[in-house]
């Protein structure tokens, strides 16, 4: 019922921008109680938080190593949310998952891979 689908990844060069969009199908975002965003997991690494948004209180999260280069949006005509990504490093590759969660459940999309190289 709840689908979540990434979109956006791709090769882009050090000090690029991509953005990343998850479009969350059966999982509205004008209503209640959620939270959504971006998760990455780098090979050999831990699957890592990278920005979310917690709708009960308009709480806005950045991973420290990504303050001031990403951003997290939603547009909810779309029923999407956003991660805006300037200024991406190679440390920044990694595949990108959107998550959210309301109530008792979660919910992972399949990831989409940013590759930041040169």
């Known amino acids: 019922q709840v689908q979540l689908v990434e979109s956006g990844g791709g090769l882009v060069r050090p000090g690029g921008s991509l953005r990343l969009s998850c479009a969350a199908s059966g999982f509205p975002l004008d209503l209640d109680y959620y939270a959504i965003g971006w998760f990455r997991q780098a090979p050999g690494k831990e699957r890592e938080g990278v920005a979310c948004f917690a709708s009960k209180a308009g709480i806005l999260y950045y991973q420290d190593s990504v303050k001031g280069r990403f951003t997290i949006s939603t547009d909810n005509a779309k029923n999407t949310v956003y991660l805006q990504m300037n200024s991406l490093k190679p440390e920044d590759t990694a595949v990108y998952y959107c998550?959210?969660?309301?109530?008792?459940?979660?919910?992972w999309g399949q990831g989409t891979q940013v590759t930041v190289s040169s």
């Open positions: 998550n959210a969660v309301r109530g008792f459940n979660l919910y």
